[in-house]
């Protein structure tokens, strides 16, 4: 993994969608995230949502099944939503790692029309095995889902939106790849401390005069 960079989001943004705003820059500084963009990455309804959905920051992270850095951040995640009753966790479902981690989003995103995403979610990423489409549906049997549904559900389109959408904010940001964690203006790739994620929330918080 390359070393982690904070990267202001203003001063990132490579290949624009056309679906997506463009950036200013400004001489010293970038300016701030437009207010569209910050919608599409906070606000998707087809994201899932942890934390306190009324928080008064939104922390979004980018992450794949098969990272094993996403992976070492789920107990960071975890300890910083107890310690934290004001923040909103957005998970935007980025798989970059091939087939198997695009099976484990789709099957990760249907569990949510069966009320188990949380723990299907950790037991994905608790798993030593490499993501994949058996891998993915023995834990979908050992949580009690409905693996006939979930197929199906799959399919739908909400979850070739979520995905698509995914990929297309992290190349208009131009993200670095998984796991990237965004707050405020800024994003941070890589794995962080308890204390690292704080301090990010809290500069996103600064920023946005929350």
């Not at 934390?51 to 008064?56: F, I, L, Q, V």
């Amino acid at each position: 993994m390359p070393s982690r960079r904070h990267l202001l989001i203003g001063a990132t943004a490579l290949g624009a969608s056309a679906a997506l705003p463009a950036f200013a820059q400004g001489a010293d500084r970038p300016n701030p995230m437009p207010e569209d963009l910050r919608k599409a990455i906070e606000r998707d309804p087809n994201a899932p949502v942890l934390g306190n959905p009324e928080g008064n920051l939104t922390l979004t992270e980018f992450f794949d099944y098969n990272c094993p850095f996403c992976r070492q951040m789920v107990g960071v995640v975890q300890q910083l939503i107890s310690s934290d009753p004001q923040l909103r966790v957005v998970y935007r479902e980025w798989p970059v790692f091939g087939e198997g981690s695009e099976f484990a989003a789709r099957a990760s995103l249907a569990s949510l029309r069966q009320g188990k995403y949380w723990q299907f979610h950790a037991a994905l990423m608790a798993m030593k095995d490499r993501a994949a489409e058996a891998s993915v549906m023995r834990i979908a049997r050992q949580i009690g889902l409905d693996v006939t549904k979930l197929r199906a559900d799959m399919e739908r389109p909400e979850i070739d939106e979520h995905i698509t959408t995914s990929f297309q904010l992290a190349d208009h940001m131009g993200l670095m790849g998984t796991p990237t964690f965004i707050a405020g203006d800024e994003a941070v790739f890589g794995r962080m401390s308890l204390k690292e994620a704080q301090d990010l929330v809290a500069r996103g918080r600064k920023t946005l005069g929350v």
